[in-house]
């Protein structure tokens, strides 16, 4: 059973997220799994017993890592984000699962939070993360 579930996070375009996921099931390295629902898209299975998949490691290791140990976390870190990124993550085990909503809040969100066109500007990027956290639901958060 999963005993830290992922929760709703936004970012800013370019950044990292990382989605938690915990299971306290014995021998969890071996079920722990991420997939990626795209709506109106097919699912993308990122990782399986807590390892990214062999036939996709070449294109997912670029956007995707795990933080892992042998007491059943499987974290999945999702880099260098971009808004193709934007989806909904789900970790799953045995007997249990959880979804995540990810979004990423690129230049055109960033400008309609508060008309910012220079996201590297740190002022105006300490706005826009205020802005983040008043716009997106209290069940998520910004990094």
Known sequence: MLDVRPVN??????QSAV?????????TSAVVGWTRSVAGGADEIIAAACDLLPALKP?????????????????????????S????????????SAAAQLNIIGELLSMSLGGFTDVD?????????????DFVDKQEHCV
Do not use: M, W
């Not at 290791?61 to 999945?76: A, P």
């Open 19 to 27: 989605l938690r996921c915990h299971s306290n099931t014995l021998s």
């Open 9 to 14: 996070t936004a970012v800013l375009d370019g």
């Open 85 to 96: 990124l934007t989806g909904l993550y789900i970790c799953t085990e045995s007997t249990d």
């Open 121 to 133: 500007n740190e002022r105006n990027r300490h706005n826009i993360i205020s802005r983040c956290r």
């Open 59 to 83: 294109t997912l290791s670029s956007v995707y890592s795990l933080i892992k140990d042998d007491t059943g976390q499987c974290d999945l870190v999702v880099n260098r984000t971009n808004t």
